[in-house]
């Protein structure tokens, strides 16, 4: 059974970081591609940052040079640290895994950049 569990998300200043945390379990950690996403309210949801089993990154145009995506397959976890975060960068951050054409999500953490 695949399990996706975040943390690390809550208030923060602008211009201020948070690293966020996925713990997976269940999946094939040679086979997948993990990634965040966001959803605003209101708004759709995005992909913020994805990286494949082999390390292979992509981001969003809106975060490249802010945000870094990175795993740990030994202790199953893949991150997101969050730098120089701004008002537009609010949104419930989403973990998910694309394992053999199943995306498999998490049940999302808040992140809230405000003074």
């Known amino acids: 059974q695949v399990q996706l569990v975040e943390s690390g998300g809550g208030l923060v200043q602008p211009g201020g970081s948070l690293r966020l945390s996925c713990a997976f379990s269940?999946?094939?950690?040679?086979?997948?591609?993990m990634g965040w996403y966001r959803q605003a309210p209101g708004k759709q949801r995005e992909s913020v940052a994805t990286?494949?089993?082999?390390?292979?990154?992509n981001y969003a145009d809106s975060v490249k040079g802010r945000f870094t995506i990175s795993r740990d397959n030994a202790k199953k976890m893949v991150n997101l640290q969050m730098n120089s975060l701004k008002p537009e960068d609010t949104a419930v951050y989403y973990c998910?895994?694309?394992?053999?054409?199943?995306?498999?999500w998490g049940q999302g953490t808040q992140v809230t950049v405000s003074s």
């Open positions: 998910k895994c694309d394992q053999l054409g199943v995306a498999y």
């Open positions: 269940g999946i094939f950690v040679s086979t997948n591609t």
């Open positions: 990286i494949s089993s082999g390390g292979s990154t």
